[in-house]
């Protein structure tokens, strides 16, 4: 049920910046509908993700399938786009890097792949990661062909069409967990901190990584004292709850002891 609410939220955060920021479009274009691709993009929540098998820009090949067990960001980009895309793409940067201060470096992977198959060649997807100035260990920057493509787009339901400035699409970030399938959809080119963090923080501590009871308590405390500060705009660690709650649990436990102490003196006497 929370999940549910969750995911409407962000549903009506969303339409109400339709005009503004969610939609990569050109000017005059009414061919493209933007409240169809939205509808579209979060019906593909809970879509498992085939294995697809892209190429990086050193010429090997990497699967989805040699990335399970970690969650896992998607973006969608089309390397002739000379402003949107370059954009959203240094804002994601700047989020993942907030992300792993607090969840740790190798907590998740993110691919920015190419979905205009003609040009996204594997030289155009490494100049385009070096003019984005990002050179980070778990993102890629990968090629794909044309049947991979209308697989992959169709599993996480990013829509697009052609139009006189290149294309018209949804500015989407695909949060996936570790068996693959699409936990969360983050809209707008510079969309709020909180918007990827909170659900890749969600899959990092929110379940167990072991068998292991204390590392998943640990998690699981974790979780819950990772706390989004605004003024930095940054996440912080914060157990000051928990030591709220074991102090007050001490003293209600010492109290406790004392009336019983108390008491039992009474029924002495």
């Known amino acids: 049920m929370r999940k ?40 593909a929540i809970g879509n498992t ?28 980009i089309y390397t002739s786009c000379y402003h949107i895309c370059p954009t959203t793409t240094r804002h994601l940067a700047n989020v993942v890097r907030k992300a792993r201060d607090v969840l740790g470096d190798d907590s998740f992977n993110v691919l920015t ?4 198959t003609s040009r996204d060649t594997v030289d155009s997807m490494r100049q385009f990661a070096a003019h984005q100035d990002i050179d980070m260990p778990g993102w890629y920057f990968l090629s794909m062909d044309q049947k991979t493509m209308k697989g992959l787009t169709r599993d996480l339901g990013f829509i697009y069409k052609p139009s006189a400035m290149g294309f018209d699409h949804l500015i989407q970030a695909s949060v996936i967990d570790a068996d693959g399938k ?28 072991s068998n292991s009871l204390v590392e998943h308590i640990g998690n699981r405390i974790r979780l819950f004292c990772t ?4 003024k930095s705009d940054r996440y912080i660690t914060d157990y000051s709850i928990f030591v709220g709650m074991f102090i007050g649990i001490t003293s209600l436990l010492f109290v406790g002891f004392l009336v019983v102490r108390e008491w039992r003196r009474g029924g002495r006497a």
């Open 4 to 43: 549910k609410l969750i995911n409407l939220t962000y549903v009506l955060i969303s339409l109400l910046w339709l005009p503004q920021v969610v939609f990569a479009t050109t000017q005059g274009q009414q061919d493209f509908d933007n409240k169809t691709a939205l509808k579209i993009s979060q019906g």
């Open 227 to 230: 706390v989004y500060d605004p």
């Open 182 to 209: 699409i936990y969360r959809q983050v809209y707008e080119m510079k969309f709020e901190t909180p918007m990827l963090i909170e659900p890749i923080k969600e899959l990092v501590f929110g379940r167990p990584k």
């Open 49 to 76: 993700l085939a294995g697809y098998t892209f190429t990086q820009p050193d010429g090997n090949r990497l699967s989805l399938d040699s990335l399970r067990g970690k969650p896992l960001v998607i973006s969608l």
């Open 113 to 116: 792949i190419g979905f205009d």
